[in-house]
């Protein structure tokens, strides 16, 4: 299986960016113990804690990007009669009126940063040093590629210079609209896949390349991926979370801290078939006036919970959506191979509203909902609300571009 892990690291920040600055009058002394000379990590022995690094980020970006890409889109909502929901800044994500100095995207915009940064800036010091081991090698090629592909995905499809364009920037360089920054998304992914060490690690590849073209709108070139992505079997691609690095979904949308709870459509869908508990599991809690019930998510039941980037249910969803009105049977049968692995029962028919609804439960809390408002024209706010997070006012601010 593989995942990667949210690790300890000591300044994250200084794995890159940290210099001494006492060298001009104090000789002969070790560097201190908290922070690496970025000279000291251009050596085969670093590549490996590097790697690990830009896989920390990764988990640390993923779930920021899920809880608030959730709350724009329609899977949560706030509500301040909710126990311990306080925050503004995601009260006004869920009515998409975001002000660019909202702190809880800017956060996310931060973490995803430096996600592309350290991608980035892995490969480049690969490509200074002669590295002996081809195995250290190839492995720390495919992460930097890999997850400086996912970094570019994330921006492309939840990042906006406007209300409805989205896009981002990289090195504060001008902005790059989503259907080029999905472009270098596809260039870095297909660069990984030169670099994969398993069958697996194409797969995945593979799924995450079938989703872009999707997201971009490029359907023509979506089964060629997808027919080579993940099969049923595969484990998924995940984010790992731990005590010390925990699932921000849990944190701040579940048993941690319930900022959001559940909306109503969710609600329903589990009123209208209690099987569906499995992929929309729920709990209730009682409102601070002590009359109101909400549902809360407990699909992520503990900060260590995993989240899903990249399945091969959605891999089968993706190549359904294809074939819904040139071959009905087959994507009935896609679907209903994706119930039967949570022992659901097969559905006897299938129409777009509901492999709709079917993407939506399939895909519940791993940040598609937000994506598939916009691609199927049901996005649920008035027209002129942020249908993308905002680029932020620190980025504006010290960007000569903007």
């Not at 002000?99 to 940063?113: H, K, P, Q």
Request: proline share 4%; hydrophobic share 40%.
């Amino acid at each position: 299986m593989k995942k990667y892990h949210s690790i300890l690291t000591i300044l994250i920040l200084s794995l890159f960016m940290m210099w001494s600055a006492c060298d001009d009058f104090v000789q002969d002394v070790e560097p201190i113990f908290d922070e690496v000379p970025d000279d000291a990590l251009n050596d085969e022995e670093q590549i490996p804690f590097l790697s690990d690094g830009v896989k920390q980020r990764f988990a640390t970006t993923h779930d920021n990007v899920v809880i608030l890409s959730e709350g724009l889109g329609d899977a949560f909502f706030f509500d301040s009669n909710v126990p311990n929901a306080t925050f503004p800044t995601f009260r006004d994500i869920d009515e998409g009126d975001i002000t660019l100095d909202n702190n809880s995207v800017d956060g996310m915009f931060l973490d995803l940063g430096e996600l592309r940064f350290f991608a980035d800036d892995l490969l480049r010091r690969i490509n200074e040093i002669e590295i002996s081991d081809s195995e250290v090698e190839r492995e720390a090629r495919f992460t930097g590629n890999l997850f400086g592909g996912i970094a570019r995905y994330f921006f492309a499809t939840y990042m906006g210079l406007n209300p409805e364009e989205g896009g981002g920037v990289i090195d504060n360089g001008p902005f790059i609209p989503s259907s080029e920054m999905y472009d270098l998304a596809l260039e870095k992914l297909q660069q990984a896949l030169t670099h994969v060490g398993s069958d697996y690690e194409t797969r995945v590849i593979n799924s995450l390349i079938a989703r872009i073209h999707l997201y971009a709108g490029n359907t023509g070139s979506v089964r060629q991926f997808a027919e080579q992505g993940l099969v049923e079997g595969d484990d998924p691609f995940q984010s790992l979370h731990s005590t010390e690095s925990t699932n921000l979904v849990w944190q701040q949308g579940g048993r941690g801290r319930t900022q959001y709870v559940v909306s109503q459509r969710f609600i329903d869908f589990v009123i209208a078939d209690s099987a569906e508990t499995v992929r929309i599991p729920l709990e209730p809690i009682t409102g601070n006036d002590g009359v109101t019930v909400f549902q809360r998510q407990i699909k992520y039941p503990s900060e260590r919970t995993p989240i899903d980037l990249i399945s091969w249910q959605e891999n089968e969803l993706m190549l359904a959506e294809l074939e819904l009105d040139s071959d009905n049977a087959s994507a009935l049968a896609r679907v209903n191979r994706v119930r039967a692995s949570h022992e659901l029962a097969p559905l006897d028919a299938l129409d777009r509203q509901t492999f709709i609804d079917e993407r939506a439960k399939e895909l519940f809390l791993t940040g598609a909902e937000l994506p598939d408002q916009r691609r199927f024209g049901t996005f649920h706010l008035p027209a002129g609300r942020w249908q993308f997070l905002p680029i932020t006012e620190r980025e504006r601010n010290i960007n000569p571009n903007f």
